[in-house]
């Protein structure tokens, strides 16, 4: 199947410094990719949706400026969490949809701690 | 977005079948159905998606009701490893925007 590497996998960071989050499609070309945001015993919350070569759709709700999200090849997208603040902390996953539309697969989650 | 709604938690034996739930009474017809199930500390992962037809692979089997209000994820023999949150959601097929959006899926306990 096809399969979504999403790097690092959990970061400890200071307050005030930007983190950065990659998410690749190493087997398949992904024309769209969406970024989430989880936090303790609740569902995933969508940021944003991005496609190639294209500005990212954010949620309503979501600061387009403090969570940056770039997708210049088919086939990496990422998010850049700027001034990172103790809220911030979450568990954030990336998306991929591939040759199937209706068929997203995702990577496995990077665990952000903001001290 | 059609809204699904699921269980909370529900719990099971080891190898013995599993019936997970799942009410959209507001579905459109171009709305598929979907399930992904989420282990901790993961990303969720695909498990099984349908329009009107029954479904099955290797994972699961999809049974969608008649009217596509309801449909029940089948898993035949489940294993702890089959322990995770189990996600059921409606897809659009409408437009380039497949995005997914999560409720809040049902805790699937499995007990050795």
């Known amino acids: 199947g096809a399969v979504v590497s999403q790097h690092p996998s959990r970061v400890i960071c200071k307050s005030g410094t930007s983190v950065k989050i990659e998410c690749r499609s190493l087997?398949?070309?992904?024309?769209?990719m969406f970024w989430y945001r989880q936090f303790p015993k609740q569902s995933l919350m969508l940021m944003a949706t991005s496609n190639e070569g294209s500005k990212a759709t954010y949620e309503q709700g979501v600061e387009k400026d403090k969570f940056l999200i770039n997708h210049a090849s088919l086939t990496l997208s990422t998010l850049t969490v700027t001034s990172a603040h103790p809220e911030d902390s979450s568990f954030y996953i990336c998306?991929?949809?591939?040759?199937?539309?209706?068929?997203?697969?995702f990577g496995s989650g990077t665990q952000l701690s903001v001290l | 977005d059609a809204k699904t709604t699921q269980p909370n938690s529900m719990e099971s034996n080891e190898e013995e079948p599993v019936h997970l739930p799942c009410n959209h009474s507001?579905?459109?017809?171009?709305?598929?159905i979907h399930w992904y199930r989420q282990l901790p500390s993961q990303g969720p992962e695909y498990v099984i998606h349908?329009?009107?037809s029954n479904v099955n692979n290797r994972m699961a089997s999809l049974a969608i009701a008649e009217d596509r209000k309801s449909s029940t994820l089948i898993l035949h023999r489940a294993t702890l490893r089959d322990a995770a949150v189990y996600y059921c959601?409606?897809?659009?097929?409408?437009?380039?925007?497949?995005?997914?959006?999560f409720g809040k899926g049902t805790l699937l306990t499995v007990n050795p």
């Open positions: 998306s991929a949809r591939g040759q199937h539309p209706e068929k997203l697969f």
């Open positions: 087997d398949f070309q992904a024309t769209t």
């Open positions: 959601i409606l897809m659009s097929s409408g437009g380039s925007n497949y995005k997914l959006t």
């Open positions: 349908g329009l009107t």
């Open positions: 507001t579905i459109s017809g171009t709305d598929y």
